[in-house]
């Protein structure tokens, strides 16, 4: 399993874009990178998944260049709701499928 | 969408005695389920994996015999703390894998006293 590094925290202000980056530079050429949020006291939300390129979908997209070492995990205009801990995840299409593990992840604190 | 319930949302039980938590996934068939540990202020920490109609595998450091986990059907799984201390005290997450994804229980709270 490809250990992932991001920051411990960031702060926003309502409206803005936020930009988390996560290093992956072990990732193997079969995983995926995923990213999950979680609010206090409940389970983790799946946010979004990819392989190369660019992903969208309602809530966030995911950008990753070409050699996958890293991501960017992009929320626009984030709004207080979105205050979270947000955790980036290489997972693999291996037998360990589904078997992860989580990092510190990214406190994203949005303030009026 | 894929849904994953926890039974109950939160416990509070005495010191040796044992706690059941369960986690079902209401809408699919799952046969690997994963049980997290997640203390305040830290990630989540896998603890095993369970499959249906075998024997759960424990992450090195957990141990077997406190944390039971049965694995009966393919929507439910169990995990049973056993003699219960007050550093078992946690958040205790499950997870249902379906094909390439995983979605995650609310998340039980264990309070030993």
């Known amino acids: 399993l490809a250990k992932t590094t991001q920051p411990i925290s960031m702060d926003s202000y309502e409206g803005q874009e936020v930009n988390i980056t996560c290093s992956h530079n072990n990732i193997a050429t079969n995983d995926y990178i995923t990213w999950y949020q979680q609010f206090p006291s409940q389970g983790p939300r799946f946010i979004i998944q990819g392989y190369k390129t660019k992903v969208t979908n309602e809530v966030a997209s995911l950008f990753i260049p070409a050699d996958r070492k890293s991501s960017t995990l992009s929320l626009p205009r984030v709004s207080l709701s979105d205050t979270a801990v947000y955790y980036c995840l290489v997972v693999g299409a291996t037998d360990s499928w589904g078997k992860f593990q989580f990092g510190a992840g990214t406190q994203v604190v949005v303030t009026p | 969408g894929a849904v994953v319930s926890q039974h109950p949302s939160w416990v509070i039980c005495k010191s040796g005695t044992s706690v059941k938590i369960e986690c079902r996934s209401l809408?699919?068939?799952?046969?690997?389920m994963f049980w997290y540990r997640q203390f305040p202020k830290q990630s989540l920490m896998l603890m095993a994996t369970s499959n249906e109609g075998s024997k759960a595998t424990y992450e090195q450091g957990v141990e077997k015999d406190k944390f039971l986990i049965n694995h009966a059907s393919l929507t439910l799984s169990t995990l049973t703390v056993t003699s219960a201390h007050p550093e078992d005290s946690s958040f205790y997450i499950c997870?249902?894998?379906?094909?390439?994804?995983?979605?995650f229980g609310p998340g039980t709270r264990l309070t030993v006293t």
């Open positions: 809408d699919f068939q799952a046969t690997t």
């Open positions: 997870s249902a894998r379906r094909s390439y994804e995983q979605y």
